[in-house]
């Protein structure tokens, strides 16, 4: 009976002999009460059927068991919902949607964003449309082919030179988006990873994605390199605020990379004095940068007052000192070990973690547990720290947990870092809502650009690439498109 009304709810009404088919139960054995093994198969169609109590005949239609009428249009749309959608899946305008029996074409610029969210490369998106095509789905005028060009949009505003693929024009190409330039509202993150150096712009309020305007596989991350990358892209005409690693702020200010006895660029902390360290925050101020002098060694790429605090690595440094303060034989260190037995021994006793491998180790109550006192107090103020202070909510009294972080590090003997003495001694330099002007969004880029990387290796890496994650990310309908819940 459900799969007639199926049958006539799409469409394809045909006459079935029976009312109720032939069944079959479990055998009890397999030499006198299998229907299959017991059935006599002949020639031409001739075969014989045994009457078991494991087997039902069919039915036919009869006075009891009459043939349905087909039911009608209004019904036809509550069989879709009772057969073949589930009643929780529908909601709202989805349910209308639904219960249309008018087909919505796609048009180019839905067909666009269909592409778009399902992040096909070109190949599979002129495949995709050319499926869609078949069936009609595709209203007149709407071009299959145009996705082999569709890079060549925002192709005009990348060129290559000396092996960096940049942008010479930024307020074309934010234009081009329909986005307006206003320096004062981006930050620049300058960052490289293993296979690349990238100079990605940051929106401040995360409305708008991450944008480069210069990438290089040739590169390195290192002074000269960040110089020129700086120039293609007309650093010194725009003048965003700049963040990265403090490896990139010791590049970008002109001081020795490493280990260094000054490394801080506010002021003439002495990393040596290790004396000092927790007693001490009044260090003199950098109020020069003098070649030769206090680690100095090139001129500073950026102004001072336009590098950004990073709280992610921050955050990153303050659980390295904690796990690395931790007694290697000591059950809490055993149980970090366990929780992540993917993770190589070397990056657990170094403390290497990263964003979300610290959030575990956050809503783990039982890791608490383990602690010695001194041990669960650092604990506590470490993530107090985090929560109301490295985070998109500033606490009133975060000056107070910050002062209660450090004096508990220093109970259980964790050195003073570069991370740990920018919050202790330039706590004022941090920004109001460090959530809004974090790195992690431009940390977050290296995972969305590796697609494109694979999709574009063994090749030339140039304007091509760079143009097409410009337009995968430039919906072109304002319609929000949700999966069904």
Not at 170 to 187: F, N, S
Not at 253 to 270: E, I, R, S, V
Request: proline share 5%; hydrophobic share 35%; glycine share 6%.
């Amino acid at each position: 009976m459900l799969r007639l009304l199926t049958e006539w709810y799409n469409g394809e009404a045909r006459a079935m002999r029976f009312a109720i088919p032939q069944l079959w139960c479990e055998p009890t054995n397999h030499h006198e009460d299998c229907y299959f093994c017991l059935t006599k198969l002949g020639k031409f169609g001739k075969h014989e059927y045994p009457h078991l109590a494991s087997s039902s005949t069919p039915v036919p239609h009869g006075p009891r068991y009459p043939v349905p009428d087909p039911p009608g249009p209004s019904q036809r749309s509550g069989a879709s919902t009772s057969f073949e959608e589930s009643p929780e899946l529908l909601s709202g305008s989805q349910d209308q949607e639904l219960k249309s029996e008018e087909p919505r074409l796609f048009d180019q610029e839905g067909l666009n964003d269909f592409v778009r969210d399902l992040g096909l490369s070109k190949a599979k998106s002129e495949l995709a449309a050319s499926r869609l095509r078949e069936r009609n789905l595709l209203e007149k005028g709407v071009s299959v082919t145009i996705q082999r060009t569709r890079h060549l949009q925002f192709k005009q505003y990348f060129r290559s030179q000396d092996g960096l693929c940049f942008c010479d024009d930024i307020v074309g190409l934010l234009g081009e988006m329909g986005i307006a330039h206003r320096p004062d509202e981006w930050r620049l993150f300058i960052d490289g990873s293993n296979r690349s150096l990238k100079a990605v712009l940051l929106h401040n309020e995360g409305i708008h994605r991450s944008i480069p305007i210069a990438y290089s596989t040739v590169l390195k991350e290192n002074y000269d390199c960040v110089k020129m990358l700086l120039e293609f892209v007309n650093y010194g005409e725009h003048r965003w605020e700049v963040i990265g690693d403090f490896k990139m702020v010791a590049i970008l200010m002109g001081l020795q990379a490493g280990n260094t006895k000054y490394p801080c660029f506010h002021c003439l902390w002495d990393s040596r004095a290790y004396a000092n360290h927790y007693s001490r925050r009044d260090w003199p101020r950098r109020m020069e940068f003098v070649l030769g002098q206090h680690n100095v060694k090139a001129a500073p790429l950026v102004d001072q007052t336009k590098i950004l605090m990073p709280p992610l690595h921050i955050k990153l440094g303050l659980m390295k000192k904690f796990v690395t303060a931790l007694d290697p034989n000591s059950t809490a260190f055993q149980y970090i070990r366990n929780l992540f037995p993917k993770l190589s021994q070397a990056k657990v006793a170094a403390g290497v973690f990263v964003g979300p491998q610290i959030r575990k180790v956050f809503v783990s109550s039982e890791f608490r547990n383990l602690l010695n006192a001194n041990e669960t107090a650092a604990w506590d103020s470490f993530r107090a720290t985090v929560e109301h202070f490295l985070g998109k909510r500033r606490a009133v009294n975060y000056k107070d947990l910050v002062d209660d972080l450090i004096k508990n590090f220093q109970a259980i003997g964790c050195t003073m870092s570069l991370k740990v003495h920018m919050l202790h001694a330039h706590l004022d330099s941090f920004k109001e809502n460090l959530g809004k002007f974090s790195e992690e969004q431009g940390e977050r880029f290296h995972q969305e650009i590796m697609e494109l990387e694979e999709r574009y290796r063994g090749k030339k890496v140039d304007e091509n690439m760079l143009g097409d994650y410009m337009w995968n990310i430039n919906h072109e309908s304002e319609a929000s498109h949700k999966r069904k819940r």
